[in-house]
């Protein structure tokens, strides 16, 4: 199995800034992709952006300009730079992966189990 292990989560000030940070144990599976969402209780899920193996950084237009991914495979660690955070940015944070085992082409999905981020106006 993968585990993800999120960690940043805090309570902070309309304006201010946050880093997230997930860091992925894999043993057996290779991770084709990390990112993030995110979930205001009532509401679905909701992406705020991911980053390929390759590099390739998907960022929802919601949050575009002022969230930022980045990653290091080569430590299973992906990052979430919030920047200019609003209210409506209070969520629980989860880091998502998809991965497959060694050999095989099935990707499946694993999440962790959140952080919480408030933002107080």
């Known amino acids: 199995q993968v585990q993800l292990a999120e960690s940043g989560g805090s309570l902070v000030q309309s304006g201010d800034s946050l880093r997230l940070t997930c860091v992925a144990s894999?043993?057996?599976?290779?991770?084709?992709?990390m990112g993030w969402y995110r979930r205001v209780p009532g509401n679905e899920r909701e992406l705020v952006g991911t980053i390929t193996s390759a590099g390739t950084i998907s960022v929802s237009e919601v949050v575009e300009g002022r969230f930022f991914i980045s990653g290091d495979y080569a430590k299973n660690t992906v990052y979430l730079k919030m920047n200019n955070l609003k209210p409506d940015d209070t969520a629980t944070y989860y880091c998502?992966?998809?991965?497959?085992?060694?050999?095989?082409?099935?990707?499946?999905?694993?999440w962790g189990q959140g952080t919480q981020v408030t933002v107080s106006s």
């Open positions: 894999r043993p057996g599976f290779i991770i084709d992709v």
């Open positions: 998502h992966a998809k991965a497959r085992r060694y050999g095989r082409s099935q990707l499946l999905n694993f």
